[in-house]
Structure formats: structure tokens, C-alpha cells
């Protein structure tokens, strides 16, 4: 079996992960999960990296998001882990070019739409999700929000339901 590449991995049948930053560094965490039977896609995270050794003087780098373009999938939602500004600081950079509604739980939540109103956007947009075992019914997918210890309230894990199969995200936690 080759090894997993970060560029494009595929983890079982109909279905595609591919992380688009955080991967080998910190911050700037974004990943994409789609289900390939359903033409269906999902953005987990979309944070910043906050830099200051960075050749071109600018102290924020985002994901490179490029791959979003190229999906054959249609995009139905960001969920949003936790309020970290490397899992949820790119929001306002990117909803006006993607547009799908953000998903979080209601700290979260509340962190994006500030993120929104920073670039003049309603935060509409955002949808505050229940903890499992309530979950968020979008296109074909349904996520459950796993509450998780970590350094900042309401953090989150996914359960994300597929018709290709299931997905656990872990998020970012601490014991």
C-alpha cells in the first residue's frame, strides 16, 4: 500500500480528504471532505497562520485554497471545530468567493460572525449546531458536533454521515 499523500488522500470508497493547510506546520488549518457518489463537499476549518517570519512582511498566511476551485462537487458547508484563529480566522477572507454557510457551535459561532462582520458581511450565514447528539442535516452529509477538552470552550470533534460512509474528525483536543 503506498503512504498517504497530504495533497490528495483517498479513505475508502467514494471518499476524499485532502487537507489544504496544517498539514507539517502550525496554523492555517483547512481540510476538504467529499463524498464523490453524491458530489457533495465539505470544508472543515478555515483558520489562519499567524507568521511574522515570512518572506513578503505579511504576519497572516491562510490555506492554500486553490483546490476549492477544481472540485467536481458541490460545496455545502463549512464546520468550524473550535474558535482558535488558525481553525476559524480565514472565514471572513473566504465566505464571500465560497459562500456555503458555516456550521459551529454557538461560541464558535459567534467568533465567525464577528469574523464576517469584519469584512461588511451579515452573519446570517452562520448556523449555531447543538453538541451530539443532535446533529446538522446539509446536502447529503450529517454532522454530529463531539464535544472535546481543549484549551477553549465548546471545541468540537465531527461525526460526518456520507452516503460513501462515515467520518470521524478528531478536532484539536487536550487531555
Known amino acids: 500500500r503506498p503512504p498517504l499523500r497530504t495533497d490528495d488522500t483517498t479513505m475508502g ?16 488549518n483547512s481540510m476538504i471532505v467529499e463524498d464523490c457518489v453524491a458530489h457533495a463537499a465539505l470544508v ?13 512582511g505579511f504576519d497572516v498566511a491562510l490555506a492554500d485554497l486553490w483546490p476549492l476551485s477544481r472540485l467536481h462537487s458541490e460545496l455545502w458547508g463549512y464546520m468550524v471545530t473550535h ?20 456550521h459551529a457551535r454557538a461560541f ?28 446538522v442535516q446539509t446536502g447529503p452529509f450529517t454532522v454530529g ?3 472535546i477538552s ?17 467520518v470521524i474528525h478528531s478536532g484539536d483536543f487536550k487531555i
Open 13 to 28: 470508497p467514494g471518499i476524499r480528504i485532502q487537507p489544504l493547510g496544517g498539514i507539517g506546520r502550525f496554523g492555517a
Open 83 to 102: 474558535a482558535h484563529e488558525d481553525h476559524v480566522g480565514a472565514v471572513g477572507h473566504t465566505f464571500e468567493h465560497l459562500g456555503a454557510p458555516i
Open 44 to 56: 472543515i476549518d478555515c483558520g489562519v497562520r499567524l507568521t511574522t517570519d515570512e518572506p513578503f
Open 108 to 135: 464558535t459561532a459567534n467568533i465567525a460572525r464577528g469574523k464576517l462582520a469584519e469584512y461588511g458581511i451579515e452573519g446570517r450565514a452562520v448556523k449555531t449546531a447543538a453538541p451530539w447528539p443532535e446533529t
Open 145 to 147: 458536533f463531539l464535544p
Open 150 to 166: 481543549h484549551s477553549i470552550p465548546e471545541s468540537s470533534g465531527l461525526v460526518i454521515d456520507t452516503p460513501a460512509g462515515r
